[in-house]
C-alpha cells in the first residue's frame, strides 16, 4: 500500500512517476471507504484524484501555494498533507473541517466554503512572493467550471492579466457545479472541447511543447511560437483567456495522472500568468456516481459502497418534512395560483428544492449560475415589471449579494421576497456555511420586513402573505436546514398580520421569546418544566422588523424576567431589538439573551453547536430555572424586613 507509505507530499515525491496510477487508485478507494460510512462530499473530490496526486507531485507544497476554490474537491488533498489518520473525523464535531482551513494545515494556503475565491487569492499571494522577492514560490489556483461563472473569478482574472504574476489556474472542467452548471460560459467551454480542429492543433502542440526543455536557451522563443499557433490556428473566435492575457493550454485529460505531470512540469518553467483547462469527470472511479446522478453524489450521506444504496436512518413512520421541500411544493402551489410569481437561484435548485417548481414551469423559475449578485439584482429587475419574485438564497450567500439587496432592492422599495434556506446553524458544513448573521444584517435595511416560521406551516402562510398584493416592501423569510416539526403541514394558507406575534403559552414570572425553528426547543424545555410546575410563558416574535410593539409592551408589563432565543447572532439580532425596545420605552426587566455568540462557530451536528452555542432545549431549562431561582431571592430579601417589624 503506498499510501499508506505518503503521510506528506514530500513522501509522494520520493515514487517513481509510475507508481503515481497506483497511489490515486489507493486514494480513490480510500475516500469511497470514508465517506460511505461518515458522509461528506463525494463526486468532487473523486473527481479530482488524479489532478490532486499531479499538483503535489510536482510542486513544493506547502512552499508553493496550493488554492482550491470552495473545497468540496480538497478530500485527497487533505488525505495527502498529514491528515489520512484523522480523515475519519472530517465534519464531525471538534474534527476536521469539510473544507480548507487555514487554521488546520499549513498545506491548507487559503480557507474557503464559498466559491470562486481561488483566483483573488492566488493572485494576492503571487503578488506578495513577488515584493518579498521569493521569486521561485509557485501560486496555484484550482477552479471548477461551475465557480468560473462567479464575477468574482472574472474580476481575480481581469486583474491577474495585467500583473504578469507567476500564477497558475486549473480549471476543473466537469460541467458541474452541485447542479449541472448553466450560461454561456458552459457552452463556450463545450465548444472549445468538441471543435475537431482546436484539438488537432491542441494535440501537435502539445508534442512540442513536451520537447521544449530540450531546445536550451531557445526554450522561450520556442514556447512563444508554439503560444501564436495557439491563438491564431486553433478556433476562429478569439479565446476568453487568451483576451484576458492568460496563457491557455488544454483541454487535458484529468484522468491521466502521469501525463497531467509532465505537463505541470514544462508550465513551471513558463513565467507569467497561465490557465491549464483539465477535463475531468466528477464521481470518477466509482460506478454509481460517475454513471448516475451526479447531483444526488455530490454529497449523499452515508450509503452502502458495493450497492451505492443510501442508508437510512430512524424509525419507519411518517416524518416532517425539510423545510427547503415546503418551500419548493408551497412555492410551485402559490405559482398556480398568481401568475406573477418567479423563482430564482443561485446554482442551487436542488439544495433549495426550487427544482420543483423548474420542473413544471421552467419559464418562470431560473437558476443563475453562481451568481448572487445578480440573482438579486435580476430579480429587482423583475420587480420593476410588476412581477413577484421569490429569490431562494442560503443565508451564508446571500452575504455576498447585501450591497445589491441595499442598493437595487432596500432603496428602491422593490416587492423582492428572499427566502434564506439554512438560517441558523448548518451543521457539519462548517463556519463558512452558517447563516448566523441574517437577521442582523437585514433588520437594520431599510424597507424590509424581516421575519421567520417556527413551523412549516407557518412557512407556508408567510409567504403566502408576501405575494399579496397589499404587501409592497421587500420580504425576507429565513428558516433552517433540516425537517420541521409537523407531518401534516399542508394545510389551507391563512395571511399573518405583518408586524404580528403570537403567543405560544400562558405563564407566570418569566417569558421566553423566540424567532423561528428553535421555539421548538423553547416549546420542548417548556414541557420539562412543566413536570416540576414551573411555568414560563412562551411567544414567537416572528418578526424582527417590524417588531410586535403591542406583545413586547404586554410581555414587559406582565413578567419581571425575559429569556429570549434565537439561531442567529446576539450582536444585531433579536435579542438585541428586544433591549432596543426596551431602552426606546424605558423598561428595565431582566433580560438574558441566548443565540450564537460573538465568535467562529465550526462544524458539527445542529443539536451538537446548538449546545456549544448555549441555547439548546437543555440550555434553556437550566436558564430558566436560574432565573427563576434568582427571583425568589429577591421575593425573599423583599419580605424579610416587614416579617420582622
Same mark, same amino acid.
Given at each position: 500500500?503506498?499510501?499508506?507509505?505518503?503521510?506528506?507530499?514530500?513522501?509522494?515525491?520520493?515514487?517513481?512517476?509510475?507508481?503515481?496510477?497506483?497511489?490515486?487508485?489507493?486514494?480513490?478507494?480510500?475516500?469511497?471507504?470514508?465517506?460511505?460510512?461518515?458522509?461528506?462530499?463525494?463526486?468532487?473530490?473523486?473527481?479530482?484524484?488524479?489532478?490532486?496526486?499531479?499538483?503535489?507531485?510536482?510542486?513544493?507544497?506547502?512552499?508553493?501555494?496550493?488554492?482550491?476554490?470552495?473545497?468540496?474537491?480538497?478530500?485527497?488533498?487533505?488525505?495527502?498533507?498529514? &491528515?489520512?489518520?484523522?480523515?475519519?473525523? %472530517?465534519?464531525?464535531?471538534?474534527? +476536521?473541517?469539510?473544507?480548507? #482551513?487555514?487554521? =488546520? @494545515?499549513?498545506?491548507?494556503?487559503?480557507?474557503?466554503?464559498?466559491?470562486?475565491?481561488?483566483?483573488?487569492?492566488?493572485?494576492?499571494?503571487?503578488?506578495?512572493?513577488?515584493?518579498?522577492?521569493?521569486?521561485?514560490?509557485?501560486?496555484?489556483?484550482?477552479?471548477?467550471?461551475?465557480?468560473?461563472?462567479?464575477?468574482?473569478?472574472?474580476?481575480?482574472?481581469?486583474?491577474?492579466?495585467?500583473?504578469?504574476?507567476?500564477?497558475?489556474?486549473?480549471?476543473?472542467?466537469?460541467?458541474?457545479?452541485?447542479?449541472?452548471?448553466?450560461?454561456?460560459?458552459?457552452?463556450?467551454?463545450?465548444?472549445?472541447?468538441?471543435?475537431?480542429?482546436?484539438?488537432?492543433?491542441?494535440?501537435?502542440?502539445?508534442?512540442?511543447?513536451?520537447?521544449?526543455?530540450?531546445?536550451?536557451?531557445?526554450?522561450? &522563443?520556442?514556447?512563444?511560437?508554439?503560444? %501564436?499557433?495557439?491563438?491564431?490556428? +486553433?478556433?476562429?473566435?478569439? #479565446?476568453?483567456? =487568451? @483576451?484576458?492575457?492568460?496563457?491557455?493550454?488544454?483541454?487535458?485529460?484529468?484522468?491521466?495522472?502521469?501525463?497531467?505531470?509532465?505537463?505541470?512540469?514544462?508550465?513551471?518553467?513558463?513565467?507569467?500568468?497561465?490557465?491549464?483547462?483539465?477535463?475531468?469527470?466528477?464521481?470518477?472511479?466509482?460506478?454509481?456516481?460517475?454513471?448516475?446522478?451526479?447531483?444526488?453524489?455530490?454529497?449523499?450521506?452515508?450509503?452502502?459502497?458495493?450497492?451505492?444504496?443510501?442508508?437510512?436512518?430512524?424509525?419507519?413512520?411518517?416524518?416532517?418534512?425539510?423545510?427547503?421541500?415546503?418551500?419548493?411544493?408551497?412555492?410551485?402551489?402559490?405559482?398556480?395560483?398568481?401568475?406573477?410569481?418567479?423563482?430564482?437561484?443561485?446554482?442551487?435548485?436542488?439544495?433549495?428544492?426550487?427544482?420543483?417548481?423548474?420542473?413544471?414551469?421552467?419559464?418562470?423559475?431560473?437558476?443563475?449560475?453562481?451568481?448572487?449578485?445578480?440573482?438579486?439584482?435580476?430579480?429587482?429587475?423583475?420587480?420593476?415589471?410588476?412581477?413577484?419574485?421569490?429569490?431562494?438564497?442560503?443565508?451564508?450567500?446571500?452575504?455576498?449579494?447585501?450591497?445589491?439587496?441595499?442598493?437595487?432592492?432596500?432603496?428602491?422599495?422593490?416587492?423582492?421576497?428572499?427566502?434564506?434556506?439554512?438560517?441558523?446553524?448548518?451543521?457539519?458544513?462548517?463556519?463558512?456555511?452558517?447563516?448566523?448573521?441574517?437577521?442582523?444584517?437585514?433588520?437594520?435595511?431599510?424597507?424590509?420586513?424581516?421575519?421567520?416560521?417556527?413551523?412549516?406551516?407557518?412557512?407556508?402562510?408567510?409567504?403566502?402573505?408576501?405575494?399579496?398584493?397589499?404587501?409592497?416592501?421587500?420580504?425576507?423569510?429565513?428558516?433552517?436546514?433540516?425537517?420541521?416539526?409537523?407531518?401534516?403541514?399542508?394545510?389551507?394558507?391563512?395571511?399573518?398580520?405583518?408586524?404580528?406575534?403570537?403567543?405560544?403559552?400562558?405563564?407566570?414570572?418569566?417569558?421566553?421569546?423566540?424567532?423561528?425553528?428553535?421555539?421548538?426547543?423553547?416549546?420542548?424545555?417548556?414541557?420539562?418544566?412543566?413536570?416540576?410546575?414551573?411555568?414560563?410563558?412562551?411567544?414567537?416574535?416572528?418578526?424582527?422588523?417590524?417588531?410586535?410593539?403591542?406583545?413586547?409592551?404586554?410581555?414587559?408589563?406582565?413578567?419581571?424576567?425575559?429569556?429570549?432565543?434565537?439561531?442567529?447572532?446576539?450582536?444585531?439580532?433579536?435579542?438585541?431589538?428586544?433591549?432596543?425596545?426596551?431602552?426606546?420605552?424605558?423598561?428595565?426587566?431582566?433580560?438574558?439573551?441566548?443565540?450564537?455568540?460573538?465568535?467562529?462557530?465550526?462544524?458539527?451536528?445542529?443539536?451538537?453547536?446548538?449546545?456549544?452555542?448555549?441555547?439548546?432545549?437543555?440550555?434553556?431549562?437550566?436558564?430558566?430555572?436560574?432565573?427563576?431561582?434568582?427571583?425568589?431571592?429577591?421575593?425573599?430579601?423583599?419580605?424579610?424586613?416587614?416579617?420582622?417589624?
Amino acid at each position: 500500500m503506498l499510501l499508506e507509505e505518503i503521510n506528506i507530499p514530500s513522501d509522494l515525491r520520493k515514487l517513481n512517476e509510475k507508481d503515481l496510477p497506483q497511489v490515486c487508485n489507493e486514494l480513490r478507494k480510500f475516500i469511497i471507504d470514508v465517506v460511505s460510512e461518515k458522509g461528506g462530499h463525494f463526486g468532487g473530490s473523486l473527481g479530482v484524484v488524479e489532478l490532486t496526486v499531479a499538483l503535489h507531485y510536482v510542486f513544493n507544497t506547502p512552499y508553493d501555494q496550493l488554492v482550491w476554490d470552495t473545497g468540496h474537491q480538497a478530500y485527497g488533498h487533505k488525505i495527502l498533507t498529514g &491528515r489520512r489518520e484523522q480523515f475519519y473525523t %472530517n465534519r464531525l464535531y471538534k474534527g +476536521l473541517s469539510g473544507f480548507p #482551513n487555514r487554521k =488546520e @494545515s499549513e498545506y491548507d494556503a487559503f480557507g474557503a466554503g464559498h466559491t470562486s475565491t481561488s483566483i483573488s487569492a492566488g493572485l494576492g499571494m503571487a503578488v506578495a512572493s513577488h515584493y518579498k522577492k521569493e521569486n521561485d514560490r509557485k501560486h496555484i489556483a484550482v477552479i471548477g467550471d461551475g465557480a468560473m461563472t462567479a464575477g468574482l473569478a472574472f474580476e481575480g482574472l481581469n486583474n491577474a492579466g495585467i500583473t504578469k504574476s507567476d500564477f497558475l489556474v486549473v480549471l476543473n472542467d466537469n460541467c458541474m457545479s452541485i447542479d449541472p452548471n448553466v450560461g454561456a460560459l458552459r457552452n463556450y467551454l463545450t465548444d472549445m472541447t468538441l471543435s475537431p480542429t482546436y484539438n488537432k492543433v491542441k494535440d501537435e502542440v502539445w508534442n512540442l511543447l513536451g520537447k521544449v526543455s530540450k531546445f536550451g536557451p531557445n526554450a522561450q &522563443r520556442i514556447a512563444a511560437q508554439l503560444e %501564436n499557433a495557439v491563438k491564431t490556428s +486553433l478556433l476562429k473566435q478569439s #479565446n476568453l483567456f =487568451e @483576451s484576458l492575457n492568460f496563457r491557455y493550454f488544454g483541454p487535458v485529460d484529468g484522468h491521466n495522472v502521469v501525463h497531467l505531470t509532465r505537463i505541470l512540469k514544462e508550465l513551471k518553467k513558463i513565467q507569467g500568468p497561465k490557465i491549464l483547462h483539465c477535463l475531468t469527470v466528477k464521481g470518477k472511479g466509482y460506478k454509481f456516481s460517475e454513471n448516475g446522478n451526479q447531483t444526488f453524489w455530490h454529497a449523499p450521506g452515508i450509503f452502502d459502497k458495493v450497492t451505492g444504496e443510501l442508508i437510512k436512518s430512524g424509525p419507519g413512520t411518517p416524518q416532517p418534512p425539510r423545510y427547503q421541500d415546503v418551500f419548493g411544493h408551497t412555492l410551485l402551489e402559490l405559482a398556480r395560483k398568481n401568475d406573477r410569481i418567479m423563482g430564482i437561484t443561485p446554482a442551487m435548485p436542488t439544495g433549495s428544492s426550487l427544482n420543483i417548481m423548474m420542473e413544471a414551469m421552467p419559464d418562470r423559475a431560473f437558476d443563475v449560475g453562481i451568481a448572487e449578485q445578480h440573482a438579486v439584482t435580476f430579480s429587482a429587475g423583475l420587480a420593476t415589471r410588476g412581477l413577484i419574485p421569490f429569490c431562494n438564497i442560503y443565508s451564508t450567500f446571500m452575504q455576498r449579494a447585501y450591497d445589491q439587496v441595499i442598493h437595487d432592492v432596500a432603496i428602491q422599495n422593490l416587492k423582492v421576497i428572499f427566502c434564506l434556506d439554512r438560517g441558523g446553524i448548518a451543521g457539519a458544513d462548517g463556519a463558512t456555511h452558517h447563516g448566523n448573521f441574517d437577521l442582523a444584517y437585514f433588520r437594520c435595511v431599510p424597507n424590509m420586513i424581516v421575519s421567520a416560521p417556527m413551523d412549516e406551516i407557518e412557512l407556508r402562510n408567510l409567504m403566502y402573505t408576501a405575494q399579496l398584493d397589499k404587501i409592497k416592501n421587500p420580504f425576507s423569510i429565513r428558516y433552517p436546514r433540516g425537517n420541521g416539526v409537523i407531518v401534516d403541514w399542508q394545510q389551507p394558507f391563512a395571511e399573518i398580520e405583518i408586524g404580528k406575534g403570537r403567543k405560544i403559552k400562558n405563564g407566570t414570572g418569566l417569558a421566553i421569546l423566540t424567532i423561528g425553528h428553535v421555539g421548538n426547543l423553547a416549546v420542548k424545555a417548556c414541557a420539562l418544566l412543566a413536570k416540576e410546575a414551573i411555568n414560563p410563558a412562551h411567544y414567537d416574535l416572528r418578526f424582527v422588523k417590524p417588531v410586535d410593539e403591542a406583545m413586547l409592551h404586554e410581555i414587559c408589563r406582565n413578567y419581571t424576567s425575559i429569556i429570549t432565543v434565537e439561531d442567529g447572532c446576539l450582536m444585531g439580532g433579536m435579542g438585541s431589538a428586544v433591549l432596543e425596545f426596551m431602552a426606546d420605552n424605558g423598561y428595565n426587566n431582566k433580560v438574558v439573551r441566548l443565540g450564537i455568540p460573538d465568535k467562529v462557530v465550526e462544524q458539527g451536528s445542529q443539536n451538537e453547536l446548538y449546545k456549544e452555542c448555549g441555547y439548546s432545549a437543555e440550555d434553556i431549562e437550566h436558564t430558566v430555572r436560574r432565573l427563576m431561582e434568582e427571583q425568589k431571592k429577591v421575593k425573599a430579601r423583599n419580605i424579610a424586613p416587614a416579617e420582622k417589624i
